[in-house]
């Protein structure tokens, strides 16, 4: 412990979970190139109903020991919590918040990237066979816990033999493989903005199909027409799902502008998107001389 | 683990000895890897280094090129460096036959740290995300400036202005070379050395038309030469970001600058 100055706090990644396993690769990264860098257990077991609180699982904190300076990186669904004094953060200490949600609407956060939920998934897309033209199914799905407006639009039964919206388990595998099986693939917020689900379809090579991003921003720009085709929101489930349909039939038409979004948001997720992509857009931001 | 070619050009002896010896010395004690070196004073490197084979020497003489080129006219006053010259780096990397990474930099840069899993974890897994051309300000493209530059009343806007004048762009565009990435040339990193013969090829092609030019506009900033060959050789640019540790950390920019005056014989 003597030569050491920076400690990196996280949860240990053995549960396969996408960001400690992030975490534990940016470790490994790094552990060579700042002197003695130790990973600590940030005793996420005791966080306090909060996951903003800065025990919680979804952060990594990087802490000078001898200052108290640190950065943290942060996959928390409501990163912006992390300025808010009630979740004991230090914040006259903190000389960086880096995450993708809210990165757009907080100037405090510097944005970063997005990955998928767990390393089993991961494997997944890299095991599957993303050729375009063997994606079969060019109806939508939507497969996710249904509330607020998933769970309204999933109500409209006239609509059920074009668009499939369900909340049924599956395992991973299958998971991953139907998602590949669709052209297009179906995404609606959830409790954030950017979900694991996009980075996932992205993943697959087929098109993503979501509304614009407004609040979450990424250090590579994730583009509407160029990554992912965006619709409109409607807060009326029946002309939000008519927009949803009428964007789906019109890029059905057109089977080049499908494969450029779709290979341009393969391209992103295998450099910003994947474990390794995160860890490298992290190691060119992080900047952690300024913690020396 | 692949071997590393650090490459620099080093001309006159000021700067061999003031910079690049210290170079050299650093990527022969910090690293296993070989240092292939450009230069017209291949006698005082051996003299440092005496038969050490990490150490390849290309030879050439200030009498086969034109060190200096006019600018604004054929009979000067002004000139420039001619920093085309640097194409002659890759000559020797071409009959390299095995797989190699390399490292160009500024013969003035140091070598401040070096941890060798690090750095090829670091190589190999941009080199499977599908990226083989590493340096700052990649993502800046030819096309960006081209836009910036044509959208003011000002022949000299932006850093890459002479080159639409020394390359005849005014009057013949080329827009295949729109998406080439303008590097900050003082380290560039090539992970793949099978295109480096396209590179090469390429580099040289804008160094002969220069210097065939009775002036020219000045040549700095050949980060635009040296990204248009990344492009023809089919490249995939990675941008460092500038707080990346191997710019930050590793190759350090003016690590061993003492204030030579930039050399004028």
Known sequence: MSNTKLVFYAQPSFSGWMPTAI??????????????????????????????????????????IETQKYKVITYWDRAYELLDDKCDWDNKQCLGIYSSVNAKSHKDITPASYSTYNTNIETAISNCDKYFFNKINKTLLFRGYLHGSRYLIGNLNQYKNIITIEDKRITYE????????????????GSAEICNRDIEI???????LRPELKTSDFHNPLLAGVHYVSFEVDNDPKKQLEIILETHNRLLKDVDYMMYVAQNGLNWYNSNGSKNGNVLVLSNILNLEELL | MKPIYFTTLSLGENYTRDYTIKLIDQVLNKTNHSFALTTDCPTMVRDYY????????????????????????????????????????IEQLLSIEKDFYTIWTDCDNSLEWWHEETVQSFFSTIYDAGY?????????KFIDFLVDFQSKNDPRHGIFWHKIFNYDLDTNPRPEWNDAPLPAEY????????????????????????????????????????GVSSLVAGYVPYELGWNHYILSKAIKANGHKVGHPTESQ
């Open chain 1, 23 to 64: 975490f534990q690769s940016l470790y490994d990264h790094y552990k060579f190139i700042y002197g003695d860098i130790i990973y600590l257990d940030n005793n996420s077991i005791s966080y306090n109903n909060n996951y903003g609180h800065n025990t919680g699982p979804h952060h990594l904190i990087v802490k000078n």
């Open chain 1, 174 to 189: 299958e998971y991953v493989n139907e998602l590949n099986s669709y052209l297009i693939g179906l995404s609606l917020n």
């Open chain 1, 202 to 208: 992205l993943g697959v090579g087929s098109v993503l």
């Open chain 2, 50 to 89: 005496p038969n050490n084979d990490r150490i390849l020497i290309d030879t050439i003489s200030k009498k086969d090129f034109k060190i200096r080129l006019p600018i604004g006219s054929p009979e000067g006053p002004a000139t420039d460096f001619n920093f085309n010259i640097r194409y002659r780096c």
């Open chain 2, 132 to 140: 083989d051309f590493l340096a700052p300000r990649n993502s800046y």
């Open chain 2, 187 to 226: 380290m560039l990193v090539f992970l793949n050395s099978k295109k480096l013969i396209s590179f090469y090829s390429q580099f040289k092609w804008f160094h002969d038309y220069l210097a065939n030019k009775p002036y020219t506009q000045g040549t700095w900033a050949e980060g635009f030469e040296i």
